[in-house]
């Protein structure tokens, strides 16, 4: 598509002052983050003491710490279940696949929040039920002569469920941006490769593999993303002991926002940031050498 | 062969039945029951008692889909057409507002809108208020801008505009470009091209960023008690209410969360009929 | 193929684990487990207070103190942490509600009985908490904090002085009044207003301060509804009144000289907050210790200076001018000390509340989301 400079130009203000309105309350919280007083409103002079204070303040960091973590696992997991039976789907006949799919549809087209407490509700079933039976019930095993009590902890909510919740709800993503390399995959190439004398291992990982690598890094990509960013179904399915990042400033969004928590973003932005640069770069460099040897 | 590589998905069947549909099962039970657990329709008949907030959800929730759509449209279009390295960075600028806590925000917007917040006291400081209230004769020190309805919806388009954009923009940029030139070599101009061809190609787009727009903001909590000042009550707010929040029902809450959950589909299903749309259009 | 399954499994397992490992412990010959959970060096102690509660150096002197992990969360209001004990999402061994919610929790059997050995500094909480009507027979509790709910408002925001409920009604201050958000106190409010006792169990009187309050809302006097978010609205001149606890008010007056609290001709309630253990506590002993700790003058001293909220502890309760003037090498103004710990005479006229009957309590609830707010 081409335009007229005249055109380009209103186009170009038109974008800017959409990115200003997004823009603008980050680059505030990122601004007050440096204030030197106790405040997002008022401005008493440049300080990282919140930075300081970020580092000693362990409830953040150690919500930060859970909020990656559970990100990581839910994301690598998520991943490997999501690619293979992305794969296992596609080999399906249609008659079962399609009813399939729409359960795999539900947690992304549900509201958060019925998601959130249907999982709530299920956990505390589960746990329920497990905890009736591990206070009442005990087993003596006799093993080389000595008895061992097996007793079975009172569980309840927590990271376990939490972790459950982010695995369930980005499976979908990666399914979904799986499924459409495998569709544009030549179905005839698996076979070939078998034909050639291949294992089924082997076509896997020298046929299937190379080819949807990209859908399962974007995959993997989105799922971290929709993880380190939930907060709704975090708040139903973690419990009262662990909380994520979202969890601790939304009830710090009751209290007053402390600057620690502007301090926090701010270095998470600026990572990410980076990263990105750093991966857009490398592809347009990528794309650009791409370009060069077609010509 | 094939039949073996398809039990690759079972794994994933049976964790999907565990805990996408059996929680589902969970409410439903929940919503047919009372405290102790005896069959019920009561939770539903009560339902009525809630038309107030179902009606100001949705009326917010549409109205916010709506303005998404004619400010996602029209950027992802105007992104659509520059060149690559623009696209680049535009892409990159929309993502990235998503690795900053959409609590945390929605919070800086909070005090952004306040009555003594950065835009009243810019109002003031560039003398507006003197000048209305000279003009007018009122008595005005601020816009009141949290506790209303409009807050509340610039903060859904605020949070999510970047699920408007993404699909959109992902339809426009596969759109064939021969196709537009062949649509004005056969004689369209500028605007029957777009209602001909680009609005027609980029539907999937389109459909799958009001859904993307419109569920999370039928069913937000957090904005609503931030922006609305916690008298802007909407269906999400209904339902924390019972399960974490100041009155204990879960029952109660189950039944809000299942009708809400029904409109929703409801709504979607037609949506999805009236465009034909086989498969979800992929995100990205 | 091996190593990511390897990793996949890896990481179920150790999902799995963390769920549902099993202790495996042996049993000596008289049949007596050979470690008990509670010496094996981990101790650890889940706590809920409110928001903004307790000195968190406190905390950490406990800990130190005692080398008991203290795992410390806030609830927002009485009645969420009751949903969140009812929906099960917490596991927390000590939590500190507010009377009417204790019996409750007593009724619905959801208390332990505490053995007051272990917590020997009971004896210097004073007589006038004990024996009160949320725990008569002084079984379950232990008195934390205790205090008023009045008026806060801004001086420079509102004409003339405020002495009623009904300025929370007002056109007057249209768009300026924060509305309390729980059932029990925004009620509350409008009951004393309207005359009527805090504990009513009418439905006719119930129903009319709901009217009062859904009447305002219509006109559009309450800006919004608000716990803890009444901290950063008052302080930084977003509203003009609210009703909220004493010794919140003190907090932020430190932050905002223009605000003033009132406790209205008509009445008003007083409240005390205690400690108590949940019954499926699972650390009894670490909880003992706590509500111990925090039941000693020096702890007490502390508190009150950092929240504000008065104790029940006697002593601390006297020589907190003394301290204050040690702590800032400057008198307490006695003004504010009255603020926080009124004397009995104003607490006459301040009404207690009293758990209500279920049928009762529904209706509260009822209303509370009819108001739609």
């Known amino acids: 598509m081409s335009m007229n400079k005249k055109n380009r130009l209103g186009n170009r203000i038109f974008i800017g002052l959409i990115f200003f309105f997004l823009y603008a309350p980050i680059l ?21 003491r919140w930075y300081a204070k970020l580092f000693q303040n362990q409830l953040i960091i150690k919500s930060v710490y859970n909020t990656l973590l559970v990100s990581a696992l839910a994301t690598i997991i998520a991943t490997i279940v999501g690619t293979l039976s992305a794969i296992g789907l596609y080999s399906m006949r249609r008659k079962f696949r399609e009813p399939l799919l729409t359960i795999n549809n539900i947690p992304m087209m549900n509201a958060d929040i019925v998601t959130g407490v249907a999982m709530c509700l299920f956990f505390v079933a589960v746990l329920g039920g497990w905890n009736y039976f591990a206070s009442n019930y005990r087993f003596l095993v006799n093993f080389f002569g000595s008895t061992y009590r097996i007793t079975f902890p009172q569980l309840s909510l927590g990271f376990g469920t939490l972790l459950i919740a982010h695995i369930t709800f980005d499976i979908p993503y990666v399914i979904l941006s799986v499924a459409p390399k495998l569709r544009q995959m030549d179905k005839n190439l698996v076979d070939a490769a078998q034909d050639l004398g291949c294992t089924w291992r082997q076509a896997f990982f020298k046929v299937i593999l190379p080819e949807i690598m990209p859908g399962i890094v974007s995959g993997a990509l989105i799922a971290f993303t929709m993880s380190v960013d939930d907060f709704v179904i975090s708040y139903f399915t973690a419990g009262s002991a662990t909380s994520t990042l979202a969890m601790q400033i939304y009830s710090m969004t009751k209290k007053g926002v402390t600057p620690e928590i502007n301090a926090v973003s701010t270095i998470l932005f600026v990572v990410v940031l980076a990263l990105l640069i750093i991966v857009n770069v490398r592809e347009a460099r990528a794309e650009k050498a791409a370009a060069k040897r077609v010509y | 062969m094939k039949n073996k590589r398809s039990l690759l998905a079972i794994p994933y069947v049976g964790w999907m039945a565990l805990f996408v549909v059996a929680p589902i099962i969970m409410v439903v039970i929940y919503a047919f029951t009372t405290a102790d657990f005896s069959v019920t329709g009561e939770n539903f008949t009560r339902m009525s008692t809630f038309t107030v907030i179902f009606t100001r959800s949705f009326k917010l929730a549409i109205i916010a889909t709506l303005v998404c759509l004619l400010i996602g449209y029209p950027l992802s279009y105007a992104m659509a057409k520059e060149g690559k390295g623009f696209q680049r960075v535009a892409m990159l600028l929309i993502m990235l507002p998503m690795w900053v806590n959409f609590l945390l925000r929605t919070y800086s917007m909070m005090s952004i809108m306040e009555n003594n917040g950065l835009i009243n006291q810019f109002f003031a400081a560039i003398g507006l208020f ?26 859904m388009v605020y949070n999510y505009l970047p699920f408007m954009v993404l699909p959109i923009y992902s339809t426009l940029i596969k759109m064939d470009n021969t196709l537009l030139e062949a649509a004005q070599d056969l004689g369209a101009d500028t605007a029957t091209v777009f209602r001909k061809v680009i609005l027609p190609l980029s539907l999937p787009g389109i459909l799958s960023g009001v859904t993307m727009v419109f569920v999370p903001s039928v069913s937000t909590f957090a904005i609503s008690r931030l922006l609305g000042g916690g008298i802007q009550m909407l269906l999400g707010d209904l339902i924390e209410q019972q399960f974490l929040g100041g009155a204990y029902n879960p029952h109660l809450g189950s039944a809000i969360a299942l009708v809400m959950m029904v409109i929703v589909v409801a709504c979607m299903w037609v949506m999805n009929r009236f465009g034909e749309g086989e498969e979800q259009a992929v995100m990205l | 193929m091996k190593k990511l399954t390897a990793l996949t499994l890896a990481c179920t ?199 009062l309050i859904a009447d305002a809302a219509k006109r559009g006097i309450f800006q919004g509804k608000v716990m803890d978010e009444v901290f950063n609205k008052m302080e930084q001149g977003n509203a003009a009144i609210a009703t909220y606890y004493a010794g919140d008010y003190l907090t932020m007056y430190e932050n905002n000289p223009d605000l003033a609290y009132v406790l209205p001709e008509e009445g008003a309630n007083w409240f005390v907050d205690a400690w108590c253990i949940l019954k499926n506590a699972q650390h009894t002993s670490e909880a003992e210790e706590w509500i111990n700790f925090l039941a000693s003058t020096d702890s007490s001293l502390a508190n009150m200076d950092y929240i504000w909220y008065a104790s029940p502890n006697t002593e601390a309760l006297e020589k907190y001018p003394e301290y204050y003037k040690e702590t800032y090498g400057e008198e307490l103004d006695m003004e504010l000390y009255n603020i926080m710990a009124p004397s009995t005479d104003v607490l006459k006229k301040c009404e207690n509340y009293v758990v209500l009957p279920e049928e009762t309590r529904t209706l509260y609830n009822d209303l509370w989301i009819q108001l739609g707010l």
């Open chain 2, 130 to 155: 003197d000048l209305i209230n000279h003009v007018f004769g009122t008595n005005i020190q601020y816009f009141k801008m949290i506790g209303t309805q409009g807050a509340v919806v610039v903060g």
């Open chain 3, 13 to 211: 397992l150790a999902a799995s684990l963390s769920l549902t490992a099993c202790s495996v412990e042996r049993v000596d010959d008289s049949g007596n487990s050979g470690n008990n959970t509670s010496t094996d060096g981990n101790r650890v102690l889940n706590v809920c207070n409110w928001g903004e509660y307790i000195d968190e150096s406190l905390i950490t002197k406990f800990e130190e103190q005692t080398g008991i992990k203290v795992n410390y969360q806030t609830a927002e209001s009485n009645e969420s942490l009751y949903s969140l004990l009812k929906t099960g999402g917490a596991n927390y061994d000590v939590i500190c509600p507010s009377d009417y919610m204790i019996s409750q929790l007593i009724e619905e059997d959801m208390l332990q009985p505490l053995n007051y050995d272990n917590i020997p500094n009971y004896e210097k909480i004073g007589d006038e908490f004990k024996g009160l009507a949320f725990d008569p027979e002084n079984k379950y509790t232990v008195p934390y904090t205790w205090g008023t709910l009045g008026i806060i408002y801004n001086k420079t925001m509102v004409d003339g002085e405020i002495t009623s409920w009904s300025s929370l009604y007002d056109d007057a201050n249209k768009g300026n009044v924060l509305l309390i958000n729980n059932s029990r106190d925004a009620f509350g409010n409008a009951l004393i207003y309207l005359g009527y006792s805090v504990n009513t169990t009418n439905e006719t009187e119930i129903r009319e301060a709901y009217e």
């Open chain 1, 28 to 48: 505030l919280l990122i601004f007050y983050s440096f204030n030197a007083a106790d405040s997002s409103v008022i401005w008493k002079g440049f300080s990282l």
